[in-house]
């Protein structure tokens, strides 16, 4: 039952009004303003009728008094006065009461309308209450969607992480694979197997492209995804676009038109390199769905406010085409138009989704238009900025197009110090600095570098530094800093050269001080292309086939009849050092050498609970022993290596190792 106060100095008119009340409600009287005051506070009723004329205080000074009282302010105020003028009742109405009757009052009308005020403090009641739930609601909610979205950053780092893992574990072999069958190319005069070599290369770089597109795919649904822009040069991202699609162009016999309006800007500020991706994905579809004919790239732009263009590119063929239907299919992952198509030309059916996003991201768009039979033209647009050309790199402006690619370019007096912790991958990139003149000083960690850099003193001492960034003892981000804090080493390139191919982890390469970055797995192409960029343009001069490295006396493997060893594919070993049985022989036996040494450090590590050092070890035996051919003895390194990384029993699997080693160092004694 609703509770009401009523306030009168008359006691015959409160007497009547709480008569009228009380039958329907709780009601109380008082006399003054004083005891209303202080009952209203005790009681807190639902509703007060006050009288405006009393002694020592008049109904206004209580309602003024009830209002600015926080326990009493929101209590409802009626007026019932003989006081029955618009200004009085004005007056009572702005000083907070909801309404004013006039005496004598009429008792039906007086409860109907102190019932509708009840109710309607009711319902605004409920109302406050239901608000003061749905915030609370409604913070809690949103506490939780906040963790939830906290989880989900943290999954996503993780993932960030995974991919670049995995990128690195991907990328590192798959490099070795290409960079010694390249190098076995070069030395190979058999049909068959240069054949054979030739078809491993192109696996590998296929299988290559497809772990870029897999992880370019997995940034962008992340938004992980980040653009690089940098000024470039437009016509000269056209034409290495042009030059690296050459060969296939001509092997098809195909004619190929590049068409540029004059009205386009060559110098442009955007993500140059994704631009290129778009291009090269566009063109090897349109040479690859071509039999006769040819391919046409048309470029145009509309220059607009603020410095702001869009580039209109079109790649247009005379292929195979496509029906209406099937071009709603282009631009999704993993989704090709039959299942002949993928049997036939090959692809995941990744390119043009990864284009279609970059180009979003871009603020532009990748449009098709074809029909079967007649060909394909794709048109691209683009957002990007004119460029200024005194902020062109040195390679856009000086560099022609293949030239930092072409493998009958020679440096002289140049040297390249080369930092990784694998000996397989040093080989690699020594032979291929050889073969064009560079003299090469090699460093198995950070700290090897940095002290070797450090006894040299002189800023000319070296051209070019190529570091491994994942390296035991001192790793590439931490020997470029200590690099940089020496001064006369301030200005000395130095190149990332590493499996780690993440946006994030780049920009951690750069704020070291890294100067540039070669990806894992590299063709010769692309390697060339990043030494020619940083080595001095006076040291580098065209010439023929370059003789091979002096460094160690190449042998025929033919003619060699290297002895089989047990628990060693010596074929495999001779293949991955382009045949150099020297060579060979010597890492076999600096490998039995200090075999017995790396098993002591292992079982060392182990005893003390050392499991991240004992398992480091592990990882390097595993690395140099499949570089050399010796198979199981990989294997059983790589099953140590994860049962260290995950905390499972390695009693048999080190019993293992050490029969392994002794198996192939006992053979190295005796028949090396």
Same mark, same amino acid.
């Given at each position: 039952m609703n509770k009401i106060l009523v306030v009168d100095d008359n006691e015959c008119i409160l007497d009547s009004m709480l008569c009228i009340l009380q039958s329907q409600y709780d009601a109380h009287g008082c006399c003054n303003g004083v005891d209303a005051i202080a009952w209203a506070r005790a009681q807190r009723p639902d509703l007060i009728l006050l009288d405006v004329i009393m002694p020592e205080m008049d109904g206004y000074e209580v309602c003024k008094r009830l209002k600015d009282d926080e326990?009493?302010?929101? #209590?409802?105020?009626?007026?019932?006065?003989?006081?029955?003028?618009?200004?009085?009742?004005?007056?009572?109405?702005?000083?907070?009461? #909801?309404?004013?009757?006039?005496?004598?009052?009429?008792?039906?009308?007086?409860?109907?309308?102190?019932?509708?005020?009840?109710?309607?403090?009711?319902?605004?009641?409920?109302?406050?209450?239901?608000?003061?739930?749905?915030?609370?609601?409604?913070?809690?909610?949103?506490?939780?969607?906040?963790?939830?979205?906290?989880?989900?950053? #943290? =999954?996503?780092?993780?993932k960030d992480e995974f991919l670049a893992n995995v990128s690195h574990e991907l990328r590192t072999p798959l490099n070795a694979v290409i960079g010694? =069958?390249?190098?076995?190319?070069?030395?190979?005069?058999?049909?068959?197997?240069?054949?054979?070599?030739?078809?491993?290369?192109? =696996?590998?770089?296929?299988?290559?492209?497809?772990?870029?597109?897999?992880?370019?795919?997995?940034?962008?649904?992340?938004?992980?995804?980040?653009?690089?822009?940098?000024?470039?040069?437009?016509?000269r991202l056209l034409q290495r676009c042009h030059a690296l699609m050459a060969h296939r162009i001509d092997e098809k016999k195909l004619s190929f038109r590049l068409s540029i309006d004059d009205a386009v800007p060559d110098v442009l500020y955007g993500a140059s390199l994704r631009i290129e991706q778009i291009l090269l994905n566009l063109l090897s579809n349109a040479v690859k769905f071509t039999a006769q004919g040819g391919v046409e790239v048309?470029?145009?732009?509309?220059?607009?406010?603020?410095?702001?263009?869009?580039?209109?590119?079109?790649?247009?063929?005379? $292929?195979? $085409?496509?029906? =209406?239907?099937d071009m709603a299919l282009l631009f999704k992952p993993f989704s090709q138009i039959d299942a002949s198509m993928t049997r036939k030309h090959g692809g995941t059916g990744l390119g043009l989704a990864i284009c279609k996003r970059l180009a979003a991201m871009m603020q532009g768009d990748i449009r098709v238009s074809s029909r079967k039979g007649e060909g394909t033209t794709f048109s691209v647009s683009l957002m990007l900025e004119l460029g200024e050309a005194d902020k062109l790199p040195a390679q856009e402006k000086d560099a022609g197009i293949g030239e930092a690619a072409r493998p009958d370019v020679r440096y002289v007096d140049t040297q390249v110090l080369v930092v990784d912790d694998q000996a397989h991958n040093r080989e690699i990139v020594e032979?291929?600095?050889?073969?064009?003149?560079?003299?090469?000083?090699? !460093?198995?960690? $950070?700290?090897?570098?940095?002290e070797l850099l450090r006894a040299q003193a002189a800023a000319d001492a070296f051209d070019l530094v190529?570091?491994?960034?994942?390296?035991?003892?001192?790793?590439?981000?931490?020997?470029?800093? !200590? &690099?940089?804090?020496?001064?006369?080493?301030?200005?000395?390139? #130095?190149?990332?050269?590493?499996?780690?191919?993440?946006?994030?982890?780049?920009?951690?390469?750069?704020?070291?001080?890294?100067?540039?970055? &070669?990806?894992?797995?590299?063709d010769k192409a692309s390697f060339y292309r990043v030494v020619s960029k940083w080595i001095a343009r006076s040291k580098q001069q065209s010439a023929g086939e370059p003789p091979p490295p002096e460094n160690f006396a190449k042998t025929d493997e033919s003619s060699t009849g290297f002895p089989a060893l047990r628990g060693v594919d010596t074929q495999a070993g001779l293949a991955l050092l382009v045949g150099d049985v020297a060579r060979y022989r010597y890492w076999l036996k600096n490998f039995a050498d200090e075999a017995p040494k790396n098993l002591a450090d292992i079982r060392r590590h182990i005893a003390a609970g050392q499991t991240e050092q004992a398992s480091l070890v592990v990882h390097t035996l595993k690395g140099r022993s499949g570089m050399l051919g010796m198979n199981g003895l990989r294997t059983t390194a790589m099953q140590l290596e994860a049962a260290l990384d995950t905390g499972e029993a390695v009693t048999e699997l080190l019993q293992a190792l050490a029969e392994a080693l002794d198996l192939v160092c006992s053979e190295i004694a005796i028949h090396l």
């Open positions: 326990v009493t302010r929101d #209590i409802p105020v009626i007026f019932v006065s003989s006081l029955d003028t618009q200004q009085e009742e004005h007056q009572g109405l702005t000083l907070g009461a #909801i309404d004013y009757f006039t005496k004598p009052i009429n008792a039906a009308i007086a409860l109907v309308r102190i019932r509708n005020h009840l109710e309607l403090r009711l319902r605004q009641n409920q109302l406050k209450e239901l608000n003061e739930t749905l915030e609370l609601r409604v913070e809690q909610r949103t506490l939780e969607l906040s963790r939830a979205l906290e989880a989900a950053r #943290i =999954a996503d780092r993780a010694m =069958a390249e190098l076995l190319q070069n030395i190979q005069t058999d049909a068959r197997q240069r054949d054979y070599i030739d078809k491993i290369i192109a =696996a590998g770089r296929t299988l290559s492209d497809i772990i870029s597109d897999l992880l370019d795919l997995s940034k962008i649904a992340a938004g992980r995804m980040e653009l690089e822009p940098t000024t470039f040069s437009l016509r048309r470029v145009r732009a509309t220059v607009g406010a603020a410095r702001r263009l869009c580039l209109e590119i079109e790649v247009v063929d005379s $292929g195979i $085409g496509l029906r =209406a239907k032979t291929l600095l050889h073969r064009v003149g560079i003299e090469t000083r090699s !460093a198995c960690d $950070g700290y090897e570098a940095v190529l570091m491994d960034v994942q390296m035991p003892v001192m790793d590439g981000l931490s020997a470029t800093r !200590a &690099i940089r804090a020496m001064s006369e080493f301030r200005h000395l390139p #130095i190149v990332a050269m590493t499996a780690h191919t993440m946006a994030h982890e780049k920009e951690r390469g750069v704020a070291a001080g890294m100067s540039d970055h &070669i990806g894992k797995p590299f």
